[in-house]
């Protein structure tokens, strides 16, 4: 039974059609990759996955339920949390606060228990702390909790969003784009950490990505997108030899002569 | 020009004190002044503000130097502190006369209304320039359920305490009822939506009187509103036995609401609520994507920053035994609003020092005057003050324009701005 289904989405912006008909099924426990040339539409299915986006047809499905149309928060508590390829981080909080923010949906304080500071907000608050630093420590931030979110480091910053989204305790975790602009040493990292998320949290993984090895090593099955349209899937060394994904990477290496001149 | 500048730009409170404790702390005797210099230094400034000279400049300006001095230290973890800060606070209008506590009053409200709206603007980052209408609200609720002639005119004489939380929830509900139609402006659009609704409700109640829509039908003399006229001969509240006649016994009501406000307004900054809205403030989209209702956050953060303008308003009311439509018109908002952007946003202290400011400047400077010998401008406080003024706003903003004592997230927001603008620069 598949955890996520996608069925027949599409998505046009006044005519440009970003993703056309596009189905694919992701297994619980799984690391899949969606891949494609820049323009594909990987961060419009991301988007339309997460409600920032509503589909213009087709049906999105999550654990039985169906999601597509959903309000953000309300897709947030379903189950599915993400990243962004642009780090968008809350950039004036602190780690820890980033963290605390994605923990929102598991805390229950009020404005008036708040203000009344009872021994549930106390107990839920102190609980939430210990929690945000062990996902710190988990992702390799131990000792930054308190610097504001800016002043990190860009490998920092793009684990901070993966613990930030991880504090929402997603079922699926979209990842776009996790290595992107990483030294080898900290896609290195980044590659250990996914494989961890899965081994040890048992989350199921989706994620966009260009480098190649990354893709390959770590994904157990490939999604390839092209001009908003499915090409291929299927598990890494069979989408490697497809001759459509190679040409939608290289071209198709003929010369194309038009009639006329 | 541009060292200097620069070097204004540098300077500020915090800095100062922490260069002057990295010094300081490397000696023990240092050290130890530190640890202890203020368990010293706040009691003798609280003795020295209550025996200052009985010239109301002077002890302004002590007052304000003791304040401000305090509110910079950030102690706010001290209870010690704490406790000489109210102790001073309630001790102050002791020896001042009428007028003098009459500003006092309205530095305390001002910074309770500053407090309010910091939630919403700080916090929340929703920019609203109507606040008044809550304010108002909150005092015509207490005016007409009190007025003997013109409202319902039952007893208040313990029932202002009542009127008190009513003022706030009614006050809620109105901003509620603002916020649903902005919820999805942001910025400008919203700034000018919220300044129109504040202009409504003070139009509405210089119209709603005899002749009103909605007046006519209620009452035949007097209206809704009793419009231009406003509504007066509000009785004065009890306090058990004791009638809050002045503004004296007005401002102690005021400094205790004050101080709910503030210790309300702090406990829900650092909660999930406070994160809420810090988060909704920086990337709208983003804290929906983590699961925060922002609808619904919004909302709240109008229906908190309203109720505390209504329970100023009816306060003010109480305390004026009369309300006219035209105590409720833009200056207020921009007034509140302008000492919530200058003492600092997102920050309680910065507002009551905004507060101190913007409300205390204006009236203390009234009986400023320079005499050298050779020269005497003997009027210079009355005939200048407002000049005064808005210099002192204008260097404000250009040298801190992040506010005197902004937030640290205000703070690092802005130092990022500079970092980039100096690359820009080069």
């Known amino acids: ?261 | 020009m541009s060292t200097l500048r620069e070097a204004l730009a540098q300077w500020s409170p915090s800095r100062l004190w922490q260069r002057a404790e990295a010094r300081l702390g490397r000696t023990s005797a240092g050290a130890a002044a530190l640890r202890h210099g203020q368990y010293v230094v706040l009691p003798l400034a609280a003795i020295a503000a209550g025996l200052a000279a009985e010239h109301m400049t002077i002890r302004w300006a002590f007052a304000m130097i003791i304040a401000a001095s305090y509110l910079m230290l950030r102690s706010s973890t001290n209870l010690f502190g704490i406790v000489v800060l109210g102790a001073m606070l309630a001790y102050l209008p002791e020896h001042m006369d009428l007028f003098e506590r009459g500003i006092l009053f309205d530095v305390a409200l001002y910074a309770m209304l500053g407090i309010g709206l910091n939630i919403v603007v700080g916090y929340a980052g929703l920019l609203d320039l109507g606040y008044v209408a809550f304010f108002a609200v909150g005092a015509y609720l207490f005016a007409l359920l009190s007025a003997p002639e013109v409202g319902g005119g039952f007893d208040v004489g313990t029932s202002f305490w009542l009127v008190l939380p009513m003022a706030m929830v009614v006050a809620a509900l109105v901003g509620v009822l603002l916020g649903i139609p902005v919820l999805r402006l942001r910025g400008d659009y919203l700034a000018i939506v919220t300044l129109g609704f504040g202009e409504i409700i003070g139009i509405m109640l210089n119209n709603e009187g005899a002749t009103g829509l909605i007046g006519k039908h209620v009452n035949s003399t007097h209206g809704l509103t009793n419009g231009s006229v406003g509504v007066f001969s509000i009785p004065k509240p009890y306090f058990f036995d004791i009638k809050l006649a002045t503004p004296h016994e007005m401002y102690y009501v005021v400094l205790v609401g004050c101080l709910l406000a503030a210790f309300a307004a702090e406990r829900i900054r650092v909660s999930r609520v406070g994160r809420a809205w810090e988060a909704i403030r920086e990337d709208e989209d983003v804290a929906a994507a983590m699961g925060v209702n922002t609808t619904q956050y919004k909302l709240l953060a109008f229906a908190i920053g309203a109720s505390i303008g209504g329970l100023g308003g009816a306060i003010f009311a109480a305390k004026q035994s009369a309300v006219f439509p035209s105590d409720f018109n833009l200056d207020v908002s921009v007034n509140v609003l302008a000492l919530v952007i200058i003492g600092g946003m997102g920050n309680v202290r910065g507002v009551v020092l905004g507060s101190l400011l913007l409300i205390g400047l204006p009236d203390v400077l009234r009986d400023f005057s320079i005499d050298l010998g050779f020269v005497s401008l003997d009027n210079l406080g009355a005939d200048y003050r407002l000049v005064i003024f808005g210099a002192a706003l204008v260097a404000v903003m250009v040298l801190r324009p992040e506010g005197l004592l902004p937030s640290r997230r205000r703070a690092a927001e802005f130092e990022q701005a500079r970092v980039i603008e100096a690359e820009r620069a080069t």
Not at chain 1, 192 to 209: G, N, P, S, V, Y
């Open chain 1, 1 to 261: 039974m598949a955890i996520l289904s996608v069925r027949h989405v599409g998505r046009a912006f006044q005519g440009l059609l970003a993703l056309n008909d596009v189905s694919l099924e992701v297994e619980p426990e799984t690391i899949v990759g969606i891949i494609g040339p820049n323009g594909a539409g990987k961060t419009t299915l991301f988007n339309l996955l997460t409600g920032f986006y509503r589909p213009t047809s087709g049906e999105v499905w999550f654990e039985g339920k169906r999601i597509d149309g959903l309000p953000l928060d309300k897709i947030a508590a379903a189950g599915i949390s993400r990243t962004f390829q642009n780090i968008r981080l809350f950039a004036s909080m602190t780690a820890i606060e980033n963290v605390l923010v994605g923990a929102h949906l598991h805390l229950h304080a009020n404005v008036g228990t708040a203000v009344l500071g009872t021994p549930q907000v106390r107990r839920e608050e102190r609980a939430a702390l210990a929690t945000a630093v062990e996902l710190l420590n988990f992702v390799g931030l131990k000792g930054r909790e308190n610097e504001l979110a800016r002043n990190l480091a860009y490998g920092e910053q793009r684990r901070l969003e993966v613990a930030r989204a991880l504090a929402v305790r997603p079922r699926l975790l979209l990842l776009d784009e996790p290595t992107a602009g990483m030294n080898p040493g900290e896609t290195a990292g980044m590659t250990r950490l996914i494989r961890e998320l899965r081994d040890d949290l048992k989350i199921t993984i989706a994620l966009i990505e260009h480098q190649m090895r990354v893709v390959m090593g770590v994904c157990e099955y490939i999604t390839v997108l092209d001009h908003g349209e499915k090409i291929s899937e299927g598990v890494p060394e069979v989408v490697q030899r497809d001759q459509r994904v190679i040409e939608a990477y290289l071209g198709t290496g003929q010369i194309i002569t038009e009639g006329g001149g």
